[in-house]
């Protein structure tokens, strides 16, 4: 069983930056393929960024240029830089994981296990 603990999350003003990170426990992250949701108050869950086992990723349309995914696989540990932050990208971010080497998709039913969730914040 997997398990995601993410932290980084706050308060920031638009503009500004946060750096999530997502720790995995219970299996190494090298074959999994990783991922950001987001979720606000009253919208459906987004897909935010996907990183692969190859280093592969993709991103939403609205965070391309803004949002960096990366991982460090000896540590476990799924990252999401985040910079020129919006007020519209105010949400609990999730990390979720699938046990599939290239699963380049922001699809949430394709993920197995996910995080808790962390608040961003974005005020005007």
């Known amino acids: 069983q997997v398990q995601l603990l993410e932290c980084g999350g706050g308060s920031v003003q638009a503009g500004g930056s946060l750096r999530l990170s997502c720790a995995a426990a219970?299996?190494?992250?090298?074959?999994?393929?990783m991922a950001w949701f987001r979720q606000a108050p009253g919208k459906e869950r987004e897909g935010v960024a996907v990183?692969?086992?190859?280093?592969?990723?993709i991103y939403v349309d609205s965070v391309r240029g803004r949002f960096t995914v990366s991982r460090d696989t000896a540590k476990d540990t799924l990252y999401l830089q985040m910079d020129s932050l919006k007020p519209e990208y105010t949400a609990t971010y999730y990390c979720?994981?699938?046990?599939?080497?290239?699963?380049?998709?922001?699809?949430?039913?394709?993920?197995?296990?996910w995080g808790q969730g962390t608040q961003v914040t974005v005020s005007s």
């Open positions: 979720a994981a699938v046990a599939r080497p290239s699963a380049l998709s922001l699809l949430p039913a394709l993920f197995a296990y």
């Open positions: 219970g299996a190494s992250i090298r074959e999994f393929s």
């Open positions: 990183i692969v086992s190859s280093g592969s990723r």
